[in-house]
């Protein structure tokens, strides 16, 4: 259905507004740092967004006091989370860098997650697709604060369809 209305607003049949998703991101060209000198997240950092999915036509820049971003790209990046600034850092993860975080950079969505699967070799593909999975729920749940302990945001639904389409870690 969602993408039938993705569809439906690129052929001018629908108010891109219809299909914008709300989120919390740092925007990575407006010059507020993401952490503070102590690591903190600064909550300056992450402000409230209206996106719309691979949107290249004319947006309104501001909806209900939201500013509102088409993007024309979507990007996934795993990463080792002790040395990524813009991401939030779970608060109790034992020293292991967990977090996830999103950054636009001009239309362009960047999401971050660790990935912990360096020392869990035959479980690579199923820690990766996990990884991957997180992306909507990160997107629903980030408030722009920080993240108290280390809670799941694993799509089962779509770790499977991963796993099923056969992920492959070299």
């Not at 049949?13 to 997240?41: C, E, F």
């Not at 300056?44 to 947006?59: H, M, R, T």
């Not at 969505?109 to 990766?128: A, E, H, Q």
Request: hydrophobic share 40%.
């Amino acid at each position: 259905t969602y993408m039938q209305m993705l569809a439906e607003v690129q052929q001018g049949k629908r108010n891109p507004l219809d299909v914008a998703i709300p989120i919390y991101a740092n925007d990575l060209k407006d010059g507020i740092p993401y952490q503070n000198a102590d690591k903190s997240v600064n909550p300056a950092a992450q402000k409230k967004y209206l996106v719309i999915p691979w949107y290249k036509g004319e947006v309104q820049s501001m909806a209900d006091g939201v500013e509102v971003r088409a993007l024309s790209e979507i990007n996934i990046a795993l990463v080792n989370g002790k040395k990524v600034k813009n991401i939030t850092l779970f608060k109790e993860d034992g020293g292991l860098g967990k977090a996830m975080g999103i950054s636009l950079d001009g239309n362009v969505l960047n999401f971050y997650n660790t990935i912990l699967w360096i020392d869990n070799i035959p479980n690579r593909p199923g820690n990766t697709a996990g990884a991957i999975s997180c992306f909507r729920i990160w997107m629903i749940k980030n408030n722009g604060k920080s993240i108290a302990g280390s809670p799941v945001f694993s799509d089962v639904t779509l770790m499977k369809l991963l796993l099923g389409g056969g992920v492959i870690v070299e």
